[in-house]
């Protein structure tokens, strides 16, 4: 049986779909040495039909590393686990919180937590594959599932299949008339729920995801549940991230432009490789966020990387905006 050490989920970025690439989580490992990172959403299909070697690269600085899995096929799950767990990756993730119609019309996503008992047999099975922890990030119910019991029940399914790791997005989903965009804001939060799911299962690792706006939120969370799993957030204002990882660690964050220059090597050879830069830089843009110079660096590096032969320099410039003062580490 596996069994889950939750100090290893305590701090996570969420898998995003379009946002939490290579070029991403490589940055942000530079600003957060110690949050499990997730990749994109790949599908089964995906990786039984397509490009595998592609959709499993990811770089040795990312790790702790999960793939996140969508599909609903046991057999064909299992197979993508153990390819996953082959590339290197720390963990095996089934997303049963996604709330698109596409994913929907593949029968994989939200729309999963209908089907518990299929749920528990995916995880069965992909858990017989490999030695990695097998974990599932789901919602707090579905369209009207409204009560404790329903998420209750779901959890009960997966953890006799023996997962150890529960990831909750504290909101329901609707699986009709809201957009993926409405799903993550218009459905209330309710964090008390996910609570109540911990003190139900104490041996279970549970970790919260949804609406977590700053270090106060995350403390308070960790007083209930045993990780906080930060979405938009991260994205938007990643110093916010190395900011939370410094406070739960006790380790000094990086300064912002010391982040920035430990990529450059990386960004270069990426360039020598074909890769555009914007392809790279859009996930710095928020680094200065609330910061004297941020927007003008903001605006400097997104006009500049565009450009197909636009380099380093790109980045050097938009740097330029925002002087030198942040040249300290942050406790």
């Not at 990786?47 to 899995?69: F, I, S, V, Y």
């Not at 804001?185 to 700053?214: C, H, M, Q, S, W």
Request: overall charge negative; glycine content about 8%; hydrophobic content about 45%.
């Amino acid at each position: 049986m596996q069994t889950a050490d939750a100090d290893a989920w305590r701090l996570c970025v969420a898998p995003m779909m379009d946002w939490t690439d290579t070029h991403c989580r490589y940055f942000h490992r530079l600003l957060s040495p110690h949050a499990r990172l997730y990749t994109e959403m790949v599908t089964a299909a995906a990786l039984l039909h397509g490009d595998r070697a592609r959709l499993l690269a990811h770089n040795p600085e990312e790790h702790p590393l999960a793939l996140q899995l969508g599909g609903s096929d046991p057999d064909e799950l299992a197979k993508a686990a153990h390819w996953g767990a082959a590339a290197g990756y720390d963990e095996i993730n089934l997303n049963v919180g996604c709330p698109s119609d596409r994913v929907q019309s593949g029968r994989f996503g939200a729309c999963l937590m209908r089907e518990p008992l299929l749920v528990a047999d995916c995880m069965r099975a992909m858990r017989e594959t490999v030695v990695v922890p097998v974990t599932v990030k789901c919602r707090i119910g579905v369209d009207d599932q409204d009560d404790d019991a329903d998420l209750f029940a779901f959890a009960s399914c997966v953890v006799d299949a023996g997962v150890r790791v529960l990831i909750v997005h504290a909101r329901k989903a609707w699986l009709q008339g809201l957009s993926p965009r409405e799903n993550r804001e218009v459905p209330p939060l309710d964090y008390a729920r996910v609570y109540r799911l911990k003190r139900e299962f104490p041996g279970l690792t549970v970790v919260i995801n949804g609406g977590i706006d700053g270090l106060p939120a995350v403390r308070e969370h960790l007083r209930h549940v045993d990780g906080v799993m930060l979405g938009r957030l991260a994205y938007h204002d990643p110093y916010a991230l190395a900011r939370i990882d410094a406070a739960l660690s006790g380790e000094a964050a990086p300064p912002r432009e010391t982040a920035l220059l430990r990529m450059r090597a990386y960004v270069e050879t990426q360039r020598e490789n074909g890769v555009r830069l914007a392809a790279m830089t859009r996930h710095v843009l928020g680094l200065y966020h609330g910061e004297p110079g941020g927007k003008a660096f903001r605006r400097v590096l997104s006009e500049r990387a565009q450009a197909a032969d636009a380099g380093w320099e790109a980045i050097e410039a938009a740097l330029q905006q925002v002087g030198t003062t942040d040249n300290r580490a942050v406790a």
